[in-house]
């Protein structure tokens, strides 16, 4: 199973709150596909082993715009893990975290936990 990191929702995925993602990258990602949800999984220090959250089943894979999150509606943010953030404000912190554009293209992948598996 490939690791999908959660290190900026982890409090949110732990309690099965999050159930979309939005990634630069895993284009190639399809419905039905199981991941492994991990805290981190690049990065770690020698000796540092990944910690397995909880694995999830993709449901959905939509490429847009990241601006297009605000079509999303209001509970968006949420499902994202945030939720008392404004969709504004998460589209700001994305740019700033990843160094891009509101007009970058990224994948709104929605999932959904399964029972019995980690």
């Keep these: 199973m490939k690791l999908m990191s959660f290190s900026m929702t982890t409090e949110a995925f732990e309690r099965c709150e999050k159930t979309v ?3 630069l990258g895993w284009w190639n990602l399809k419905p039905g596909e199981l991941l492994q949800g991990v805290e981190q999984a690049q990065g770690l220090r020698k000796g540092e082993h990944v910690k397995r959250l909880h694995a999830i089943r993709v449901k959905s894979v939509i ?31 994305f740019c700033d975290a990843n160094r891009v554009l509101p007009s970058t293209e990224v994948n709104r992948i929605e999932f959904e936990y399964v029972e019995g598996r980690s």
């Design 63 to 93: 490429r847009e715009p990241l601006y297009a999150m605000r079509d999303w509606g209001p509970g968006e943010c949420r499902r994202e893990g945030f939720p008392g953030m404004s969709p504004g404000r998460f589209i700001a912190m």
């Design 21 to 23: 993602t939005r990634r």
